[in-house]
Structure formats: structure tokens, C-alpha cells
């Protein structure tokens, strides 16, 4: 766990209960249980984590329960459920524009800004009335219908858009509906034991389920996205999301969580939290019923080191690829991650995996071999650098890591052989560590790598290269002309032909042992 966010008071011991939030750039709203309507403007100050929390106006005319609100800000309106009618104000003045007569007797709504072909927003909202579903899109400053009204088989009590389907849930059970004309219904699963459903958009077009203390992902399909659901600590009241992060309401704190990885982020004590909201990127409010909490994010920099030292290489590349920093400094800071992330893989004895890591990186070959004891000669081992300590490994282990060095080195070999006669005739390959040198010839580097494929061959049983798939391939014969022609060295050319004839020799009896076997 590490921290991702910091909670800081907005507004303590509010007088009025608390029933609804909207919010976006620098305003919040703040619907309550008496009918007020509150704006409020929350400005940063610099150089810490304090605001400047301004009411900026009050608007007491509702005079109705305010039952839900959602700020449309790219066309600077207000839309509100009151008393189980829509309204729609304009945003900064709570003038109001119009009213849906159609949805009267309304008890839920959702709006989606959707791009069409022309690149142009289109706002749709559906409204739940009794065991229908009206759409509408919003033209010329009213809504109007979309199409028919759908019936559904309960009273809706959550829903989203997922792209062009709608995602219900009810009292037992979720459903998706298709916003084809046709309204298709598929039925989902039921919604578990909680009181309430929960179906919360996502800003690539899904939307999260909540199934007691259980979360899946779903697109416009109805099908999961993910491998399989994660769990919270407590059922979810209400959800946020904010990239990479799930923000989840439970009864006594704020959870978050990760979708890829599946990890439990940070929990966050509040008092009795209710309602969560989010005004756009690293803007979140959470609210009880007198109190609201801003949720600022904790630097990505800072997340980031908390995250390497915790070994969370993939959560720390996301945040990464998310800084505001030039092509090249973020692309260097993935690098690096990326090469500590092979290096981890190696020291959990994941060689294959580390190997692909290192290959698709270029890390120069020699950093690689130098994991690996007796490899490389001791004066140029010392000069390589790595993040901790390497691993001691078992003979077991050492057999098998060399299995993966040979693989890794023979595909790096072949590339650099195409490229050997090239104009340019320095090799690109990067280092592990910043600072550590590296090889720059190709013809020095194709070198080491025969040089260390031979001792590879020597560490590695005589049973695991007769059935290596690069030996069943290619042959003896292949393999000495395919080594010894490359090499400069007429000892090493003299040790390895007398290897590779003793292990053409033990594949020659092996066959012919096994057709005697066969033959009996």
C-alpha cells in the first residue's frame, strides 16, 4: 500500500443535511435534504494543500428536496431531479431554463456526452419513471425524446450509460439494454445482498457492478473485462473513478483500489462518509452528511518512489506514462522502470520472463550476462552496476536461468549479425543502471555473446541440450559452424569443437538407443 491521495477538510459542520454533490473545475455544489442549493468556489493555495473555500451564492427557492444533480459544464447547465421532476438551470446563475414534462413521477436519471461523427457532443440522459426508461437528447437549449420509452422489469434503483446500452440495476438483479430502437434486454446477474445496486461509468465507456463486496467491469455487451472481480473491504455506497485509480465509498472509509494491478491502494478514515463526486482529473470530493473532504493526490513523483520500493513496477509505469513531463524525460523514467522491473523478475527466479523484459528494452547483453556468476571476466564485472544485490542460485535454479540466457543471447546474436555490416557499426544497446558502461562494437559484442553461449553450454546437463529446441533444430554440424565461424580465439575454437563433438556423439547414442527400444 502507499499513499495515493490526502484527505483535506472543505466544509465542516454544515447546518443542512447533505443529500446530493456535482462538481467541476473550481466549483462545487452542494445539494441538501431542505431544498438549498449551494455554490461554492474552492481555489488552491499555493504551496500546500490548504483552499480557499468561498460561498458563492445560495439559491433557498427550490424549497424541494434536491433528490440528485448533474452539472453538464460544456454547455453550462444544471440538471436536477426535484420532487420526481427534471429540471434544468442555468449553471452559475440557478436560472431556470426548462423542464421535462414527459419524466414527471421521476425517481433516477443519467446523462452521457457522447462524440459524434463530426466530432460534435451530443448530451443524452435517461430517466427512470416507475418501470420505463425515456430518453432524451438536449437541443437548442431543451431535451428532447430520443426515441421510444422502454419497458423494464422492476423500478430502477442505479444505472449508466455504457456507451450505446444502458446498464439497469434493480432491486435482485442488473440488466443491460440496448439503445438500438429495438431495446433488447439481457439479463446480467443478481445484484447480491446489498440494499442498494451500483452502477458506476467509467471514462473508457464501461461501467463498474457492484455485487456486495465484489466489482466487475463490463462494456456495452455486458461481458467482463477483466479477468475476474476484486473484492473491497466493505459492501461500496457509492464510486469514483479517477485513472488508475477506483475510488470506493464504504460505511466507515474511503478504499482505493487498482484494476490492473488488483491492488488495495490505500484506505482513507473519514467520518460516516456518504457521497463522492468527481470535477474532472485529480478533482474529488467526498461528503457525509455535514462534512466534505477534497481528496488531493499525492505527487506522481512521490507515488512513484513509494511504489519502486514496494516493487509495484507496473502501477509505478502507469503513473509514469501519466507525468507532465517532455517525451524524453518520461520516456527515460519508463526505461528505467522497466529495467528494474526485469531485474526484480530475475531476482523472483522468473528468467524467461526477465529475458523478454531485457530484450524488448535493449539493455546492452553484457549487463544481463553479468547476473549470472563466472560469465564475464571479474575487471569488467565490477564496473556493472544493479539496483540491490544479485541472488545466490541454486544449482536447479542456475541451470534454468541459464536455459533463458541462452534463448535471450542467441535471438540477440542474430540481430546483431544483420545489422554487423552496417554503415553505423556502434551498437544501440542502453544499460541497465544510468552510468554503467556499455559495449559499444558490435563485432566486440557478438564476441561475448559466443564466448558466454559456449560456457552457458558447459554449465547447462547434457539431458537439457538434447532436448533444447535449438539443438533439435539445427543440428551439430550447424551449431560448430555456426559458432566456430565466428570466432577469433583458436583454443576456445579447439574447446568447443571438442564439445560440440562429444555432445553430437551422446545425441547419436541417445537415437540409436532409442530405435533398439523401439525395435524390441
Not at 541451470?399 to 546474436?413: C, F, G, N
Request: glycine share 4%.
Amino acid at each position: 500500500m502507499h499513499d495515493a491521495f490526502e484527505p483535506v477538510m472543505i466544509l465542516e459542520k454544515l447546518p443542512l443535511q447533505i443529500d446530493c454533490l456535482a462538481a467541476w473545475e473550481e466549483w462545487l455544489l452542494v445539494g441538501t435534504k431542505q431544498g438549498h442549493l449551494l455554490l461554492y468556489r474552492i481555489r488552491k493555495e499555493s504551496g500546500c494543500n490548504r483552499f480557499e473555500v468561498i460561498l458563492e451564492k445560495s439559491n433557498k427557492n427550490f424549497s424541494k428536496k434536491i433528490q440528485q444533480i448533474h452539472v453538464v459544464s460544456q454547455f453550462k447547465i444544471l440538471v436536477s431531479l426535484l420532487e420526481n421532476n427534471i429540471y434544468v438551470h442555468d449553471l452559475l446563475t440557478f436560472q431556470q431554463i426548462t423542464t421535462v414534462s414527459k419524466a414527471k413521477g421521476a425517481t433516477l436519471f443519467t446523462c452521457d456526452l457522447k462524440h459524434s461523427d463530426t466530432g460534435e457532443e451530443v448530451l443524452r440522459m435517461c430517466v427512470a419513471v416507475r418501470k420505463k426508461l425515456q430518453l432524451f437528447f438536449w437541443k437548442d437549449r431543451k431535451f428532447h425524446e430520443l426515441q421510444g420509452d422502454f419497458s423494464v422489469p422492476d423500478v430502477p434503483k442505479s444505472m449508466a450509460w455504457c456507451k450505446d446500452s444502458i446498464c439497469v440495476g434493480f432491486k435482485r438483479d442488473y440488466y443491460l439494454i440496448k439503445v438500438d430502437g429495438k431495446g433488447s434486454i439481457k439479463e446480467l446477474f443478481p445484484t447480491g445482498k446489498q440494499l442498494e445496486p451500483l452502477v458506476v461509468p467509467l471514462a473508457d465507456g464501461k461501467v463498474v457492478v457492484g455485487q456486495d463486496d465484489l466489482t466487475v467491469v463490463l462494456n456495452e455487451e455486458g461481458v467482463c473485462t477483466q479477468k475476474c472481480a476484486f473484492n473491497w473491504t466493505d459492501i461500496p455506497i457509492a464510486m469514483e473513478h479517477q485513472t488508475p485509480y477506483v475510488v470506493a465509498v464504504l460505511p466507515r472509509y474511503v478504499e482505493i483500489r487498482t484494476f490492473e494491478p488488483r491492488l488495495l491502494v490505500q484506505s482513507i478514515e473519514l467520518q460516516r462518509p456518504r457521497f463522492i463526486t468527481s470535477g474532472g482529473p485529480n478533482i474529488v470530493y467526498v461528503a457525509s452528511n455535514h462534512f466534505v473532504w477534497r481528496l488531493i493526490p499525492v505527487s506522481i513523483a512521490t507515488q512513484i518512489q513509494q511504489l519502486l520500493q514496494d516493487k509495484q513496477f507496473e502501477l509505478a509505469l502507469q503513473l509514469a506514462d501519466m507525468k507532465d513531463d517532455s517525451d524524453n524525460e518520461k520516456q527515460q523514467q519508463i526505461h528505467h522502470i522497466k529495467n528494474l522491473y526485469a531485474f526484480n523478475l530475475f531476482c523472483q527466479k522468473r528468467f524467461d520472463e526477465s529475458m523478454q523484459v531485457f530484450a524488448k528494452l535493449g539493455t546492452d547483453p553484457t549487463h544481463v550476462i553479468g547476473l549470472y556468476p563466472e560469465l564475464l571476466p571479474t575487471d569488467y564485472k565490477k564496473q556493472l552496476q544493479y539496483p540491490n544485490a544479485v541472488p545466490n542460485l541454486s544449482a536447479a535454479e542456475l541451470e534454468k536461468a541459464h536455459l533463458a540466457l541462452i534463448d535471450y543471447l542467441t535471438h540477440k546474436r542474430s540481430q546483431l549479425v544483420k545489422k554487423l555490416y552496417d554503415s553505423d557499426h556502434q551498437s544501440t544497446t542502453s544499460p541497465l543502471m544510468e552510468g554503467t558502461p556499455t559495449i559499444k562494437s558490435k563485432k566486440k559484442l557478438i564476441q561475448i555473446i559466443d564466448t558466454t553461449l559456449l560456457k552457458c553450454f558447459l554449465h547447462v546437463s547434457t539431458l537439457h541440450l538434447l532436448n533444447w529446441k535449438f539443438i533439435a533444430e539445427v543440428k551439430c554440424k550447424f551449431i560448430v559452424k555456426y559458432l566456430l565461424g565466428s570466432m577469433s580465439n583458436i583454443e576456445l575454437k579447439k574447446f568447443l569443437f571438442q564439445f560440440l563433438m562429444e555432445l553430437q556423439l551422446k545425441i547419436i547414442l541417445r537415437y540409436n538407443l532409442e530405435e533398439n527400444e523401439e525395435s524390441m
